[in-house]
């Protein structure tokens, strides 16, 4: 018999409320505790969100959407297709966390952005010819766990297209992942059939966000051909098939043309959805309806998204409509029962995990039985959305008069500077810096002593000049540790800063923090986004005393270190009621008067990161141009009152360039570093294709890993970089910062950085 659900959610976050899960991780790679304790953590925070969900009414709850890192490692898990490299390692927890993490005899699995996201997967390691084993002791365990108390789990896998469009070749073929697709799915084949076996009746969400972007179009044979052959695996399983982020018009056409039970559809990313809905309908298909925001934090406006559903309905019978989610709530924070500092204004307009919940049991209520159907309590929450959503329509803390008056001549200040090679010739004459520079990308270890004065400062135990000289010391001490080694060009360390977003946005107005709005990034790493709600500016100047104090300390240039407008947008929660090109307009004007603060108080070297450059991109193509036309501006806007000897550096997180070199370039920074080290030479050939002329810093190590590299292994890899591009146009530095990583780890680290460079310039 088939189940019949009205509302599900497509995935919930699992780093824990209070981030348990993250901390008790931490605590097992110490070694402080024992795999026992990871998993008793796990277990209570499944229970605890499968109630959460319960509670709000939602009818089934996923199995299959926890990880103790990565959903995507879990796959090459299940299914067996562990790299030949991890082999070695019987014990399964330490191989799972050697993929994720490295171990000192192996280096981890390349890692990279999910779409358009922040959160990061392990990206699949795959090679002809390659043995696997299916295994879901894990999905499993969970599902009867689900159902002992009294659940109606579902069960939730990444998709074999998705899977393998986000793989890479270990094999060095010629062709890319996908072209494994026949030796892949058998492994998918008995993946369903061991699910299959799990009940009489098994719901499966196969996640297939690939559909959703421009390959949906190339994979329509693929598409059809392994959908008819998994819904033949087992009559036991019913298949949905659910993609997000975007539309997914073309993969629709063939989906509907498969066995499968459903479809997801995200209709609040892709409102183009709306136009298969007859593909859908003439089907017999039923339809899972991404209707509540996975991505945004604003509270929904439950009247337009009935008015919404009441419009699918029209075409797709209502019976056969589940209300969802539009992705899974991964991407927001769990709740906002624990904001007690927050405007309560600010914190009315907004809907974190668990009020998601209510607000997709209260949409899909009122769309299946009326308004009138109603209890007190429901009808209470309603009227008070309805409130809410008002209030902040007509709030005056949206507007800044002075904002919109300077917005109003911003197009003077959409160029780029002077020619490059105008301003390179000055900047190696003032600065005189060799081939092969050693740098750093800027952050240093945020050790539980930094942690705890920032704590202290910032609870009242201490007084601000207690907290300024205890910083002091860390950047000096940092400082002098650079000095020690033989880093070219320094940096403060970033000790004041918890995050590299969220300390610029506490100091600008119209942006509101939460206390406990983590969202997962990848693994243990979570950040906590800034929620702009309003007009965007700087009241004063951000970063301009920790910058020249550290430079008091050195004669070597000590770098400026600032988050760019395009990554402080892409890692916020945007306000949704203005397009978002005019807020990172807004962003770049505050980023403009601090970089030119920081080059009139002697910083003559500025590195303005745009580590989310490349995850802003919309999926489909032809939405791209938009984008890139507002996001270099606004890096130009930042940047341009640079003087011609000012040095002007960037950073970009682990991304593949290729299809955004032209746009790289078009940025104009007179620096880049990028994150290479576990991609290899792969995205820094891109460079030398395209003909890059400005000066690049590859990462030669991974931070991610708690590995320790030795000098031959970099020396190694700057050799190896020399392959591709002149050393004059090189600079060496880590992947990343260092803020996540243990002083232990980092001296030894850089150390042989700074060796291994001096042997390869001794050499050229």
Sequence with gaps: MSKKFRTWVSGFPRIGEQRELKKILENYWRGEVAFDAVQKTATMLKKRHWEYQKSAGIDAVSVGDFSYYDQTLDMIQMLGLVPERFRDIDDGVRRYFAMARGDAEHTAMEMTKWFNTNYHYIVPELAQGMRHAVDISGIEADYEAAKALGLTPKVNVIGPLTFLANAKRSDKAAEDALGLYHEVLPAYFKLFEAISRLDEKVTVQVDEPILSTDKGVALSLLIKDAYDKLCAVSENLEIFVVTYFDHAREATAQLVQTPIAGIGLDFVHGEENLEVLELVRDSGKRLVAGIVDGRNVWVADLDAKVRLLEIVARTVPKERIIVSTSCSLLHVPYTLRYETKMDERIRSWLAFGLEKLDELALSARIFFDGAASLDGEEALRYARNREANEERRRSGMIFDPAVRKRMVTIDALKKKRVDYRERIAAQHEKFAYPPLCTTTIGSFPQTPEVRAVRRDFKNGVIDEAAYVEKMKGFIEECVRFQEEIGLEVLVHGEFERNDMVEYFGERLKGVAFSQNGWVQSYGSRCVKPPIIFGDVSRPEPMTRFWSTFAQSLTKKPMKGMLTGPVTILNWSFVRDD?????????????????????????????????????????????????????????????????????????????????????????????????????????????????????????????IHSPRIPSVEEIEKQIRSLLEVLPARQLWINPDCGLKTRRWEEVKPSLRNMVEATLKVRESL
């Design 578 to 702: 203005q397009p978002r090109s005019e807020t990172c307009c807004q962003i770049a004007l505050a980023i403009r008067d601090e970089v030119d603060d920081l080059q009139k108080a002697g910083i003559g070297m500025i590195q303005v990161d745009e580590a989310a450059f490349k995850e802003g991109y919309p999926l489909r193509s032809a939405d791209r141009p938009a984008y890139e036309k507002f996001a270099l501006e606004s890096f130009w806007i930042a940047t341009n009152v640079a003087e011609i000897g000012t040095q002007i550096h960037t950073h970009m997180c682990y991304s593949d360039f290729n299809d955004i070199i032209d746009t790289i370039e078009a940025m104009d920074a007179d620096v880049i570093s990028i994150e290479t080290a576990r991609s290899g030479n792969v995205l820094l050939k891109v460079f030398k294709e395209h003909g890059y002329e400005k000066e690049v810093g590859p990462g030669v190590y991974d």
